[in-house]
């Protein structure tokens, strides 16, 4: 019934800068955690970022200074601005949607992110 609509990904150059979006079709957007994962080929799913229904952040130790994850709640979206890329960040990144009132989480499609020269 949710939908999660990601869109931004592609190639990007090493160095370089990247937005990502995800919007989001959810009812009471606002009483949502949101946050992206990723999954790199031949490895598990990873935190990414995660912003709070209050503006909160919470980043993953290796992105850290280069990644921004923000929301605007009045177009239902979070985004994400990856700075400095490097080919590590490579990898299918996924919108998250996380109900801080009842348990229940949801997912985007995933986007691929590819870092390369």
């Known amino acids: 019934q949710v939908q999660l609509v990601e869109s931004g990904g592609g190639l990007v150059q090493p160095g370089g800068p990247l937005r990502h979006s995800c919007a989001a079709c959810?009812?009471?957007?606002?009483?949502?955690?949101m946050g992206w994962y990723r999954q790199a080929p031949g490895k598990q799913r990873e935190l990414v970022a995660t912003?709070?229904?209050?503006?909160?952040?919470n980043y993953a130790e290796s992105v850290k200074g280069r990644f921004t994850i923000s929301r605007d709640n009045a177009k239902n979206t979070v985004y994400l601005q990856m700075n400095s890329l490097k080919p590590e960040d490579t990898a299918v990144y996924y919108c998250?949607?996380?109900?801080?009132?009842?348990?229940?989480?949801?997912w985007g499609q995933g986007t691929q992110v590819t870092v390369s020269s």
């Open positions: 998250n949607a996380d109900n801080i009132i009842v348990t229940r989480s949801y």
């Open positions: 959810i009812s009471m957007f606002s009483f949502y955690t």
């Open positions: 912003i709070t229904t209050s503006g909160r952040t």
